[in-house]
């Protein structure tokens, strides 16, 4: 056995310094069409979406057990889980991939890589981004070719980065999609501080057993 050096990360499995050097970004094999794609399947209420459906390639068709089209804002979100069923995290990655960071309000996306005329660029970014779910935003960094697409719910945005990640607009491009890092704003990061701690404490109130017909604990404390 080789010997690791510095921190092993539990929360990636592997020690500090592995996964640096990635490869180069690669074109998808695949991508999702939603209007072609989506589907029956036997997901229930409360089943998580399918990655393989979002990225294209779900061989199970309509026998798998996960749903086969995008978030819709009747979903529930689950804080502990993307829209995908995997952990979050406290922290986000090194890279700003993965499933991103519970502490955060994960809805905005980092596009790199685009190319299309100045003029053009937000109108070609929405057109394809808005496939995925409602978008909020979209702020175009004109000369750099880069474009920050923010959804209205965090599942459309889950859902948007798989689906996106390595695929083309209009031009032969690779898209580079990851999650984009905080804004730097005290006001904003306040806002998005006070919305995560609403959106926690609202699930656990959910979670809270009722006690008789005037509801949880919680009810029964303001009664007294």
């Known amino acids: 056995n080789v010997e690791q050096a510095g921190t092993y990360n539990i929360w990636y499995n592997r020690w500090g310094g592995e996964g640096k050097k990635h490869k180069g970004l690669e074109k998808a094999e695949r991508r999702c069409n939603m209007k072609r794609d989506m589907g029956y399947t036997k997901a229930q209420p409360g089943s998580a979406f399918c990655l393989h459906f979002s990225r294209g390639c779900c061989m199970k068709g309509h026998e798998c057990n996960q749903w086969h089209r995008a978030p819709l804002p009747e979903d529930r979100e689950d804080q502990a889980h993307d829209c995908f069923g995997r952990e979050r995290f406290s922290n986000d990655r090194e890279d700003m991939g993965g499933v991103g960071s519970f502490e955060r309000d994960n809805r905005t996306l980092y596009v790199g890589n685009i190319k299309a005329p100045t003029s053009e660029m937000e109108a070609v970014v929405r057109r394809h981004f808005s496939d995925w779910g409602e978008i909020e935003h979209i702020n175009v960094l004109f000369g750099k070719n880069v474009a920050f697409v923010r959804y209205v719910r965090r599942y459309n945005a889950e859902f948007a980065r798989e689906a996106m990640y390595g695929q083309s607009l209009d031009s032969n491009e690779v898209l580079n999609v990851r999650w984009a ?15 995560v701690e609403e959106h926690i404490s609202e699930t656990i109130q959910q979670k809270l057993p009722r006690l008789g017909d005037r509801g949880t604990i919680l009810d029964y404390e303001n009664y007294y």
């Open 181 to 195: 890092t905080d804004d730097p704003n005290p006001r904003v990061i306040a806002t998005k501080k006070r919305k």
